[in-house]
Each structure stands twice: as structure tokens, then as C-alpha cells.
């Protein structure tokens, strides 16, 4: 029990400015080195970086694996992928990565001509399936009653390391 959870829904992580001031923030009240980022899952604290793939990844996979029109659709129209909010924002850009690594699994490429926005940015998309594909719109797969979104988003925490001998 080395990760002990100090504050929950933390909300987003913002552009790159005010990500980089928090975390100098937690470095200096908890150390570095000695706070993370992450998620309860099954009674378990797992770190931001595992989530991505057992949360966030899974999430899309599942999405494709249960609409798999969304999956021939986008071959077939895309050459390339965005996330038009974290370009506009500086913000974390989750689910492009989680989609070409999917399609990378999967042992398939983009075969489009056109440029497609994974998501939107006031209200703006490239194509329908922009906002079919928006992690706003994905199911989470350990709560489908949550947008993967809402779940990311509502789910994390803070957590700090806490060495055995200090426990006691």
C-alpha cells in the first residue's frame, strides 16, 4: 500500500501551462518523484500511464469491436487523424493515440484522403464521425454508464507515495 490516495476528482489536466504549474506545485508540497496521477480500479490505485491502456485504449477497442462501421468509415475517409481541442488547447491528446494503436493491433492502416478530427473544438468537426469517435461519445469499458470522457475525467486521483516504515 505504497500509493495512498489524497485528493479524488482532480478534473482536467488544462493546457500545458497550467499542467506544468500543478505539477511543480505537487513537487514541491510532496516531492518529486513522490506523487501521481491515476485511478482506483478494482480496489487498486493504478497510475495514469497503465489506465491509458487498461481504461482508455480498451475503451476505444471495444467501441470498434462493437461498432465496427465506425472502424470501415474511418479507414476508408481518413489519412490522417487530429485532436483539434489538444491542438488548440496545448491539452493531452489521448485518443488519437488510442485509436492508431488499435488500428496498429489490429494490423490496419488509415487508407483515406482526408484529415479527421477525433473530437471537436467549439463545436466544430471535420466529419460525422468526429463526434461519433469523441471520447464525450465512447462508452468507458469498466463503466459503460460513463462516457469515457465523464470517467477520466471524474475518476481521477491524486496519490502520494508513502514508504512501509512511515506507515507505521
Not at 489524497?6 to 478534473?11: D, F, Q, S, Y
Not at 490522417?80 to 492508431?100: E, F, K, S
Not at 469498466?142 to 512511515?166: G, H, M, R
Amino acid at each position: 500500500m505504497p500509493w495512498t490516495i489524497i485528493k479524488r476528482r482532480l478534473g482536467i489536466a488544462g493546457g500545458r501551462k497550467q499542467r506544468h504549474a500543478r505539477q511543480k506545485q505537487w513537487d514541491t508540497r510532496y516531492g518529486e518523484s513522490q506523487w501521481a496521477i491515476g485511478y482506483l480500479i478494482d480496489g487498486d490505485f493504478m497510475l495514469q500511464e497503465d489506465a491509458i491502456q487498461h481504461v482508455y485504449n480498451a475503451s476505444y477497442a471495444a467501441h470498434f469491436e462493437n461498432h465496427p462501421s465506425d472502424l470501415d468509415e474511418l479507414i476508408k475517409l481518413a489519412r490522417m487523424l487530429r485532436n483539434p481541442h489538444a491542438r488548440a488547447t496545448t491539452g493531452v491528446d489521448l485518443q488519437v493515440p488510442a485509436i492508431m494503436d488499435y488500428l496498429k493491433k489490429q494490423g490496419l492502416i488509415l487508407r483515406g484522403r482526408e484529415v479527421v478530427d477525433i473530437g471537436s473544438w467549439k463545436g466544430q468537426a471535420s466529419h460525422p464521425i468526429s463526434t461519433r469517435l469523441n471520447p464525450n461519445q465512447i462508452k468507458c469499458v469498466l463503466n459503460p454508464s460513463l462516457t469515457l470522457e465523464a470517467f477520466w475525467q471524474k475518476k481521477k486521483c491524486l496519490a502520494i507515495w508513502k514508504d512501509e516504515e512511515e506507515s507505521i
